[in-house]
């Protein structure tokens, strides 16, 4: 597990969105069979480079190749979920970083054991919605886990809770939540990072949140975990404001945004992030 030895800035966010387009991260995509096409194109026009390498005879071998992985828990079969074993055993192997996104983590049985078994692979990141970052921490369970139902400032406690195990945790919603532990100066410190922006068109865009999950594992190959995530959720937030901006339907932002994923400049960081940090005091 990596601790962050400083926090995340907005010229912290812009460099490690310059490294994404000068490296093109290959990004090991195991996921959801909704969220493939999309996931990819998100992956690159946000500078990235993605594959879809989920079967079982080639998925810890390709964990050689890839700069990151994320594992999707949408729609778990029994060879997807053995393919899932099989890449994080071996990333948590090679210390190559891995997302989880446990998707209705709190509110199916199989799969949320199944997120709760894969915390033991130590996964760099856990990014989710709000429910499911309460359900795999074991703090509620909410039968709306694949739309999240709560707030993501509630998710805060059980996000702490998590880092147990991981190096940050994000909450996505109207207001996405990313918490992490740092050390610096010899000193143990939590941290809240928030950022607002993004679209109320969001939620009516399929796998909007599992690509997400797909760019923060983009960014983790390129930099720190606690900047990779808030790198990750800024992208996305800056270039939903951009495409909101020309869109009037889900149909016509889904293909803005897309387009907004790659324009996204350093300026645009600079005019729209909405972006703050603070320390967590702790309870």
Known sequence: MT????LPTVQSIIQAHTYLKQQKPLVQCLTNSVSVNFMANVLLSAGASPAMVDNPEEAAEFVHFAQAVVVNLGTPTSALVESMKLAITEAHKINKPWIL??????ALSWRGQLAADFLQFKP???RGNASEIIGLAGLGSNRKGFDSSNDPAHSVQAAKALLEYTSAVSASGEVDHIVAKTYIDQKEQYWVAKIKGGSYFFPLVTASGCSLGALVAAYSAVTDPFNAVVSAHAHFAVAGQKAHLKADAPGDFQREFINELYRVSAEDFEIYLNFQIEELILV
């Open 101 to 106: 996104d446990p998707i209705a983590a709190g």
């Open 3 to 6: 601790i962050s030895t400083q």
């Open 124 to 126: 760099t990141i856990i």
